[in-house]
């Protein structure tokens, strides 16, 4: 195996501290590397259920309507 020279060991010792701080009460408190996220994908699939929901609402109004005007023709034939 090779042996690390000192400027090596120290290299690596740095990047295995990458992002890192001291903070008194936590001790040492690091950052992760997260990717930022495609929030546009998230908001159409939201904007496609609602446009759903809108839709399925208002068939479900105009049904309650049409038996509502059925059962008032039915009261009128019987009178």
Same mark, same amino acid.
């Given at each position: 195996?090779? $042996? *690390?020279? %000192?400027? +090596? ?6 990047? $295995? ?5 001291? +903070? @008194? *009460?936590?001790?040492?408190?690091? /950052? =992760?590397?997260? %990717?930022? #996220?495609?929030? $546009?994908? *998230? #908001?159409?699939?939201? =904007?496609?259920? =609602?446009?759903?929901? &809108?839709? /399925? *609402?208002?068939? /479900?109004?105009? @049904? +309650? &309507?049409? !038996? ?5 023709? &039915? &009261? !009128?034939? +019987?009178?």
């Amino acid at each position: 195996r090779r $042996s *690390l020279k %000192p400027s +090596d060991k120290a290299a690596e010792r740095k990047a $295995s501290l990458k992002n890192t701080e001291s +903070d @008194e *009460l936590e001790g040492r408190v690091g /950052r =992760m590397y997260a %990717p930022r #996220q495609d929030l $546009s994908d *998230l #908001q159409a699939v939201s =904007m496609k259920r =609602m446009a759903a929901r &809108e839709r /399925r *609402l208002a068939r /479900r109004e105009r @049904e +309650d &309507e049409e !038996e509502e005007e059925e059962e008032e023709e &039915e &009261e !009128e034939d +019987d009178n």
